[in-house]
């Protein structure tokens, strides 16, 4: 019985004070901001993921256009990397390359094509091509085969 007198002695001297000790108000604090680091770094990474998985899309649908365009128009359409770090289509005219489209791509995402890929008509491309795309550590290779099929894997 003594426990329970002392405790709600110690309980109902707590209600008479008001407000919070400085500990308290260190330890919510703390608290506070271990959460919000913690949030912050998940967070970066997050973006550098969807980055590079933005990064992805952008190449592999310039390079379904291209593919598309080469059929649907009946003639060579090359996908090059511009100086400035886009992609350009190019179509084949009286036997010199006309730009068709610039396709930015996103100022965080690194990439490099190994070959300009050139389509042809029957939808198959030459030579065969690889592009590899980096965000940070997050890295993809896609690359594309003869017949047009284009796969991406993961980089370690």
């Known amino acids: 019985m003594k426990l329970i007198e002392y405790l709600s002695g110690y309980f109902h001297k707590r209600a008479a004070r008001s407000g919070i000790t400085v500990l308290e108000l260190?330890?919510?604090?703390l608290l506070l901001g271990i959460l919000i680091c913690t949030g912050v770094l998940g967070l970066r990474a997050y973006h550098r993921r969807a980055d590079a998985a933005?990064?992805?899309?952008?190449?592999?649908?310039?390079?379904?256009?291209?593919?598309?365009?080469?059929?649907?128009?009946?003639?060579r359409v090359k996908l090059s990397q511009s100086e400035g770090g886009d992609l350009e289509l190019e179509v084949r005219k009286s036997g010199n390359w006309v730009l068709l489209e610039r396709i930015t791509v996103p100022a965080a995402v690194e990439f490099h094509l190994n070959a300009d890929p050139v389509f042809y008509p029957e939808g198959h491309v030459v030579p065969l091509c690889s592009a590899t795309v980096r965000v940070g550590p997050y890295g993809r290779r896609i690359s594309i085969s003869l017949a047009g099929r284009i796969k991406v894997t993961t980089l370690p």
């Open 26 to 29: 260190l330890t919510v604090v």
């Open 54 to 75: 933005n990064g992805v899309r952008c190449i592999t649908a310039a390079m379904q256009a291209a593919r598309y365009r080469a059929i649907k128009h009946n003639r």
